[in-house]
């Protein structure tokens, strides 16, 4: 699909709106469907399966990964291969992100089910009640549903890469839509529990890969080939690929690392604990999904500016997106404090789970900024091809703030210690994030003249 005067000629704001709109639109539903699970698992009133909830969240995210490692890699070089001029490179690049995922994930899932039970132990599910629930939701969601839904994601990001977001976020949007509507059936009219949210999850996933993949079969003068037979291994596009897709891997992993750590060390507090954590973090996944559906819709955009050396393209859309976001994370932050206590009953009534989550609330919400920019800026290096930089930003955000501050604040502030470690690491993140975006942008400059 030719999108040439959505990235060439139309102005930026009107090519930003374009393509972020209907990815954005697309990451509301997946929000939605995503906290879908914690309301109507949080309205069984049972602490047990929304902790397995909390538990399974982490795991689940490693299917995420796979498809960021291959999808977003895959999604950052065929965009800028369009700006090169070299579609030949694209098709290879598509070809290999599609069917590397496969591999990649089937790998997991041998892996999981090898090592269910001290993976599960060691996610935080210390109560034979909450394995046995988070044994049944990952079950359905990751063994069985692992293809599908790595599938649908990766086939997203191909189909983004070429500017066609709204094909790719129509996609994405009818597996939101009918998880929501098959949580209601088996959660709630069915009472089938967390098992049943597990399933409603697998089949949402599989109606969205279907729909992909007839969207990418039947596109004309696609760049996307998915045909094996048309298959030719190509070691430099391969790197390329998984070169910028590590970064975005790696925030997954270490991502998954960190909520593992807390949801462990929240477990000596007890299930409410645990399920007014995991509550509060499904809430805040709002500051994540807007986000993503911003920084996914304009990474075409970005890609191909730099690929045809239009600078000040590229930087436009950089500030404007900057823009958007400062004010769409000083929201995030006002409504968390001033709103904290309904937005909790919405998702639970059960008195504890709430009055514990209205102070983790009002202090994981400070992170929304942090978390907001560390995001745009890796999709800037990620466009730009520069993995290292993007990989950096990832490993000190994770590895050398979070993950030790998670240790530190325990000691020292208990639960509070541990909900404030994510807004301190993501701000100071912010700051590294601004000082490597300017030195990157002056060198790239300098290296234009």
Same mark, same amino acid.
């Given at each position: 699909?030719?999108?040439?005067?959505?990235?060439?000629?139309?102005?930026?704001?009107?090519?930003?709106?374009?393509?972020?709109?209907?990815?954005?639109?697309?990451? +509301?539903?997946?929000? =939605?469907?995503?906290?879908?699970?914690?309301?109507?698992?949080?309205?069984?009133?049972?602490?047990?399966?929304?902790?397995?909830?909390?538990?399974?969240?982490?795991?689940?995210?490693?299917?995420?990964?796979?498809?960021?490692?291959?999808?977003?890699?895959?999604?950052?070089?065929?965009?800028?291969?369009?700006? !090169?001029?070299?579609?030949?490179?694209?098709?290879?690049? %598509?070809?290999?992100?599609?069917?590397?995922?496969?591999?990649?994930?089937?790998?997991?899932?041998?892996?999981?089910?090898?090592?269910?039970?001290?993976?599960?132990?060691?996610? @935080?599910?210390?109560?034979?009640?909450?394995?046995?629930?988070?044994?049944?939701?990952?079950? &359905?969601?990751?063994?069985?549903?692992?293809?599908?839904?790595?599938? $649908?994601?990766?086939?997203?990001?191909?189909?983004?890469? !070429?500017?066609?977001?709204?094909?790719? $976020?129509?996609?994405?949007?009818?597996?939101?839509?009918?998880? =929501?509507?098959?949580?209601?059936?088996?959660?709630?009219?069915?009472?089938?529990?967390?098992?049943?949210?597990?399933?409603?999850?697998?089949?949402?996933?599989?109606?969205?890969?279907?729909?992909?993949?007839?969207?990418?079969?039947?596109?004309?003068?696609?760049?996307?080939?998915?045909?094996?037979?048309?298959?030719?291994?190509?070691?430099?596009?391969? $790197?390329?690929?998984?070169?910028?897709?590590?970064?975005?891997?790696?925030?997954?992993?270490?991502?998954?690392?960190?909520?593992?750590?807390?949801?462990? $060390?929240? #477990?000596?507090?007890?299930?409410?604990?645990?399920?007014?954590?995991?509550?509060?973090?499904? =809430?805040? #996944?709002? @500051?994540?999904?807007?986000?993503?559906?911003?920084?996914?819709?304009?990474?075409?955009?970005?890609?191909?500016?730099?690929?045809?050396?239009?600078?000040?393209?590229?930087?436009?859309?950089?500030?404007?997106?900057?823009?958007?976001?400062?004010?769409?994370?000083?929201?995030?932050?006002?409504?968390?404090?001033?709103?904290?206590?309904?937005? /909790?009953?919405?998702?639970? %009534?059960?008195?504890?789970?709430?009055?514990?989550?209205?102070?983790?609330?009002?202090? &994981?919400?400070?992170?929304?900024?942090?978390?907001?920019?560390?995001? +745009?800026? @890796?999709?800037?290096?990620?466009?730009?091809?520069? &993995?290292?930089?993007?990989? +950096?930003?990832?490993?000190?955000?994770?590895?050398?703030? /979070?993950?030790?501050?998670?240790?530190?604040?325990?000691?020292?502030?208990?639960?509070?210690?541990?909900?404030?470690?994510?807004?301190?690491?993501?701000?100071?993140?912010?700051?590294?994030?601004?000082?490597?975006?300017?030195?990157?942008?002056?060198?790239?400059?300098?290296?234009?003249?």
């Amino acid at each position: 699909m030719n999108n040439k005067d959505v990235f060439e000629n139309m102005t930026v704001p009107r090519a930003v709106a374009k393509l972020a709109i209907p990815t954005v639109l697309s990451q +509301l539903v997946v929000l =939605i469907y995503n906290l879908a699970d914690a309301f109507f698992v949080g309205h069984t009133n049972d602490p047990s399966q929304i902790a397995a909830l909390t538990v399974s969240f982490p795991i689940f995210m490693c299917l995420t990964m796979v498809a960021n490692l291959f999808g977003i890699g895959a999604n950052s070089f065929i965009s800028r291969s369009l700006g !090169e001029k070299k579609p030949d490179n694209a098709r290879l690049a %598509s070809t290999f992100g599609f069917y590397g995922s496969f591999i990649a994930v089937g790998l997991l899932i041998l892996i999981l089910n090898v090592f269910n039970l001290p993976i599960f132990r060691m996610a @935080g599910a210390v109560t034979e009640s909450t394995l046995a629930h988070t044994q049944s939701y990952l079950f &359905w969601t990751f063994t069985i549903g692992g293809i599908p839904t790595v599938g $649908s994601m990766v086939l997203a990001h191909l189909i983004r890469s !070429e500017g066609n977001t709204k094909q790719a $976020s129509i996609g994405v949007a009818l597996g939101g839509v009918l998880n =929501i509507v098959l949580d209601g059936l088996f959660v709630s009219v069915l009472g089938m529990g967390i098992g049943g949210a597990g399933i409603a999850t697998f089949i949402s996933n599989l109606i969205s890969f279907g729909y992909l993949l007839t969207v990418a079969l039947r596109t004309k003068d696609s760049v996307i080939v998915l045909n094996p037979l048309k298959f030719r291994f190509d070691k430099n596009i391969a $790197s390329s690929v998984i070169l910028v897709g590590i970064p975005a891997a790696a925030v997954i992993i270490l991502g998954t690392v960190a909520n593992i750590l807390l949801t462990n $060390s929240m #477990s000596s507090y007890g299930d409410i604990s645990i399920a007014a954590q995991g509550t509060v973090q499904k =809430i805040g #996944s709002v @500051g994540i999904q807007i986000t993503v559906g911003l920084t996914q819709g304009i990474m075409p955009l970005l890609g191909y500016c730099y690929g045809a050396g239009n600078l000040k393209r590229f930087k436009s859309v950089s500030s404007l997106s900057f823009i958007i976001l400062a004010i769409y994370a000083g929201l995030c932050i006002a409504l968390a404090e001033i709103f904290a206590e309904p937005i /909790l009953h919405i998702f639970t %009534s059960e008195t504890q789970t709430v009055e514990k989550g209205i102070d983790f609330i009002r202090i &994981w919400f400070l992170c929304v900024p942090g978390m907001c920019f560390t995001n +745009l800026f @890796g999709a800037i290096f990620q466009s730009m091809g520069r &993995w290292f930089q993007s990989l +950096l930003l990832s490993m000190v955000r994770q590895l050398v703030l /979070l993950i030790p501050l998670l240790i530190i604040l325990k000691n020292f502030g208990g639960e509070t210690g541990l909900m404030s470690a994510q807004p301190i690491a993501d701000t100071l993140t912010l700051v590294m994030g601004f000082i490597m975006y300017i030195t990157v942008m002056k060198k790239t400059k300098e290296a234009s003249v």
